[in-house]
Each structure stands twice: as C-alpha cells, then as structure tokens.
C-alpha cells in the first residue's frame, strides 16, 4: 500500500468547526454563501498546483531510518546539478520541474497494462527529496549524489533518481552497484550519445563521461554495458575503439528504424543480463527527438518517439531485476509547452507501474540488504 495521508479517500463532508479555516457564521461569510459546509481533500488528493510540489504528491521523507521503517519500495530521488554541461544548461532545474510535469493525482490508474493498474496502491513509494546539492563545485555535487542514493539504496528501496545532467549517473549508479555488489550490475542506457569520453577539456567529471569513469573504477562491466538510440556525429572514431576493447555493446538508432525499438529493447535486454543480476536503467532524455523533447542540453534531431521509450521502459522492467533508475539532462528553460519534463516524469511513472504489476504478480521487487535476498 502507498504511503499517503491516513485517509486515502479523503473526499469528506466536514463536521462543524472541521474546516482548516473555520468560516464566520455572519456578516459577509452568510451573505455570499462561505459559510456553508465544503468538501475537504488531504494534500495527495488536492490538484497539482496546490499544496507542497512532490513527486505525484507522494510524502516526502528523507530519513533513511523512516524510509527502512516503512519499508519503502520506491523513493523518488533528486539530483539538481548541472555544472558538467558542455552546451544549454538548466538541468539543475529539472528535479523541480519533473515533480510538477503531471495533472493527475491520488491513487493513480495507469492505463497501460491489461484491466488497468492502480500503482500507488500496490506499491510504497515517496519523495526522498534532493541530494545536498550546492553550485559551482563538481567533486562536491557528485560525493553529496553518491551519499544521497547510497542511503536510499541500503534501505531496500529501489531509488529513482531525477536528473541533473548526465555526470550524476557516476555517483549514483556507483552507490547502487557498492550496495547490490559491484559487478553485478547490468547497464541498460539510452541515449543519442555514448558519454564515453575519457574528458571534456580536460574535465574528467563531465557530462560526456560518466559512462568510461563507472566502467574504469570497475563498479560496472564494460561487457554489461548496453547503449540504445545513438545517433549524430559524436563520439570520435577513437571512443568508439575503447568502447570495443571494454566489450561495450550499443544500438545505433538506424537499427531502431530498421528493426523497431521492441525489438531492439528485446536484445538489449539480453545482452544486459548476460552475467550480472540487476538492471540500473539511465535515460538521456535526448534520447527522443527533440521534436517531442526539446529541453534538453545537446539536442540530436532523428530520435526515438515518446511512447517507444516509454513502452522500452515498461519491456525492461517487467523483465529484469531494476536495481534503480535516472533520467538526465531535462533542461526546463528550453522546455516548450513542458512536453520534455512530462515525458521524464512519465518514464518514472512508467517504471512504478512495470514494478507494481510484477509485485501484483507475485514477483520481487524491494531489496533486502541483509545478505542477498529480496522481498
């Protein structure tokens, strides 16, 4: 069951004196009709614009001792760091945008699985709040995101982190692989770019190389490394060479065209659950096209549609032991309409409905950090 106020259906007619702010019974109040009796919602019923902004108004609970107690399934996690960018920044703005890019609320019905799915109620999901980000200091940014999602990661909870640009992948699929066993971590990574550079300018922390510094400090397998929907001009020919001595696996975006995403999604699959135990999912939002998505920091035209990468969420998920997930490079100010936000906040949403029908199943979801068993 979600963690929510007490009462989950909190639609009530109030008793006298039950109002938050009690109407006079007189005067002004009477005369226009405030003083009649109204219908009170909790906070995780009000309409989105109202109230604290959370993550689907979940509760927010940053305690780790809180979140074991509750035995949380999934906690939303934010990582507001941006100063990796080598183009648009902004991503810092994303965890704030993508809690707010949702109209609905209360026990959600997701419609994407047969006979409908009320997620929130099958699963316990919150909003574990943001890392102790400040600006203007990568090593510092990246240490607080480490520390954050390892604290979230040794509860049990699966955390689903909110980007950030894509250097907060480092730290944070770094945390999950030191608590699940570094090693036994499939990489499973959507992008129009491989980020396996081995610097930006000299920077070795940048947005363009999260994926060689996890594959370097040995807490991920290049051979259970997989990449979808690269696409454009970048990286050289000489990234490209690294990426096959590390036995790193990837799928051009042309592949996608020719064979279709499920297809494509299918293999990946495979190939990244061939000898590790759990999946961390990451996804650059460029990895749809720009078109659907334009608030991004380096833009590709020629990417993947909304619903393929949604439905490739849904595909993973259903299939693999999730050990957590990101999505990165959401840059708001470039967000027209707020299509790119909503697409972001949609994949988590997407990801919690994929875990809430396999827990409806029968099947495991949390992790149980004593030993190597789960619940």
Do not use: C
Request: net charge negative.
């Amino acid at each position: 069951m979600a963690e929510r106020p007490a009462d989950p259906h909190s639609r009530r007619t109030p008793e006298p004196g039950d109002e938050p702010h009690p109407a006079p019974k007189d005067g002004f109040a009477e005369a226009n009709g405030w003083d009649r009796a109204y219908e009170v919602y909790s906070d995780f019923d009000l309409p989105v614009y109202v109230g604290p902004s959370t993550f689907a108004k979940l509760p927010w609970v940053t305690d780790p001792a809180e979140l074991r107690a509750r035995a949380v399934d999934v906690a939303i996690v934010g990582a507001p760091f941006d100063d990796a960018v080598s183009n648009r920044p902004g991503a810092r703005f994303a965890p704030r945008a993508i809690r707010e890019a949702n109209y609905a609320t209360g026990s959600l019905h997701t419609l994407q699985h047969p006979g409908g799915l009320q997620p929130l109620e099958i699963l316990t999901v919150v909003d574990a709040g943001d890392a102790n980000v400040t600006p203007a200091w990568i090593e510092r940014g990246h240490a607080l995101i480490y520390r954050k999602v390892r604290e979230v990661a040794e509860t049990g909870a699966i955390p689903m982190v909110m980007g950030g640009d894509h250097s907060i992948t480092w730290p944070s699929a770094t945390a999950i692989a030191e608590v699940r066993r570094p090693g036994s971590i499939g990489v499973v990574h959507f992008d129009a770019h491989a980020d396996t550079a081995n610097e930006d300018w000299g920077v070795l922390s940048g947005h363009g190389t999260p994926m060689r510094r996890l594959i370097e400090s040995g807490a991920v397998k290049g051979r259970n490394f997989i990449q979808v929907g690269l696409r454009g001009y970048w990286p050289p020919v000489e990234t490209f060479e690294w990426m096959r001595t590390q036995g790193m696996r990837w799928h051009y975006m042309r592949e996608i065209e020719e064979r279709g995403s499920e297809a494509v999604v299918a293999d990946a699959i495979a190939e990244a659950l061939d000898g590790p135990d759990y999946v961390y999912i990451s996804v650059d939002i460029d990895v749809i096209d720009p078109g659907l998505a334009p608030g991004t920091g380096t833009p590709e035209p020629g990417g993947m549609l909304t619903r393929e990468v949604l439905r490739a969420i849904r595909q993973i998920v259903g299939a693999v032991e999730l050990a957590g997930l990101d999505v990165v490079e959401v840059s708001p100010p470039y967000d027209h309409a707020e299509t790119t936000a909503m697409a972001a906040n949609r994949v988590i949403l997407e990801a919690i409905g994929a875990l809430a029908a396999k827990k409806a199943a029968g099947r495991t979801v949390r992790w149980r950090d004593s030993g190597s068993s789960r619940s």
